[in-house]
């Protein structure tokens, strides 16, 4: 059956489609098109453009007009006729009127109660520091307030404290940092013996190149023991550039670069510079505004591992690995410390 189907269409392979078209008339075509689509409306693999018959007869009305067309409905509006109402509205209102119902409102007596004539004539003539005593000692302290229960007036053996409130200390803020930044920077560049240790925290108005004057005037100074440079927004440009001064300096034992914006560049910076320092013993880079990453915490704890001096590092790691080699080396320095205190070569 299906070969016979086959050769019946044969006959149609050799048939110029193009010749046959341009013979025919502009009805015929029109024709052929209303066929075509009869054939096979959907086909979902013909755009919608040529599966749609075309059944526009009015003419373009040129560019979009905005006033002309809100005209245009507006028109069309006003001239539909609205649907007339098969029951007229008369304005009647047909059925009853709801009126909610009034619940009668409880009248609630309270029972007076009564006491002895001598019972009452005792409390009518008790003080308030009595009266706070026999409710402390009845339990009954939601009765009393706290300026009666505890005025200071009462007896040393009576209840007075029951109900005492706790007494707030006021928490003033914190003073600004006095140290005056010019003057402590020329102090370091002449090597002043009398400043042994320099305070910058939470000064935030330093510009960046006077940090880095600080850190090139360190290179050379002999007496600064202990550098805080906390919260003044340091950034990495200023942590190589103490970097720098590590690698220089051979007195300094403490610094303190917390609570900054100090990425993982320039911590590392620190780190390598640290593993030509053999003074400083204790350095702070907790509480930045990013986090270091693994890479950089790895590093620390290798520069740790290396390091015979340092005895206080101060960042909280986030990973495990890091954090228990770290630990395990500030142990063998402090034991290490230890063992030469104890030799006595310190």
């Known amino acids: 059956m299906a070969l016979a189907f086959k050769k019946d269409l044969d006959k149609y392979k050799d048939l110029d489609e193009d010749e046959i078209l341009n013979k025919l008339s502009a009805e015929e075509l029109k024709q052929l098109e209303t066929a075509l689509e009869e054939m096979d409306p959907e086909n979902a693999l013909l755009p919608a453009s040529m599966r749609q018959k075309d059944q526009t007869e009015k003419k373009a009305t040129g560019s979009f007009n905005r006033d002309g067309l809100l005209k245009y409905l507006e028109k069309e509006a006003m001239e539909y006729k609205d649907r007339e109402d098969i029951v007229p509205f008369t304005g009647e209102r047909k059925g009853k009127a709801f009126v909610p119902k009034q619940k009668p409102i409880e009248t609630r007596q309270e029972e007076v109660t009564k006491l002895d004539p001598e019972l009452e004539e005792a409390l009518s003539s008790a003080t308030d520091t009595e009266l706070c005593d026999l409710a402390a000692i009845l339990g009954v302290h939601t009765l009393v307030t706290s300026t009666q229960t505890y005025d200071g007036t009462g007896s040393k053996g009576g209840y007075n404290n029951v109900i005492k409130g706790e007494k707030m200390n006021p928490v003033f803020d914190e003073p600004p940092n006095p140290t005056n930044v010019e003057d402590t920077l020329q102090r370091i560049k002449s090597n002043d013996s009398s400043l042994t240790e320099v305070n910058l925290n939470n000064i935030k108005n330093v510009p960046i190149p006077t940090l880095k004057d600080f850190a090139k005037a360190m290179e050379k100074n002999t007496q600064v023991k ?41 911590v590392q910076a620190l780190v ?33 591992e290396e390091n015979n001096s340092i005895v206080k590092f101060g960042y909280h790691f986030n990973q495990q690995g890091p954090r228990s080699r770290a630990a395990a080396a500030i142990t063998k320095n402090n034991d290490l410390i230890r063992k030469k205190r104890v030799e006595g070569d310190l």
């Open 226 to 266: 202990k550098f805080s440079l906390a919260a003044t927004r340091s950034n990495d440009p200023i942590a190589v550039a103490f970097g720098d001064m590590l690698r220089e300096n051979k007195t300094l034992q403490s610094l303190n670069l917390e609570s900054n914006f100090i990425t993982g560049a320039g």
């Open 272 to 304: 390598d510079a640290l593993r030509d320092n053999d003074t400083l013993t204790e350095i702070k880079i907790d509480n930045q505004r990013q986090q270091l990453g693994t890479t950089v915490e790895m590093e620390i704890a290798k520069m740790l």
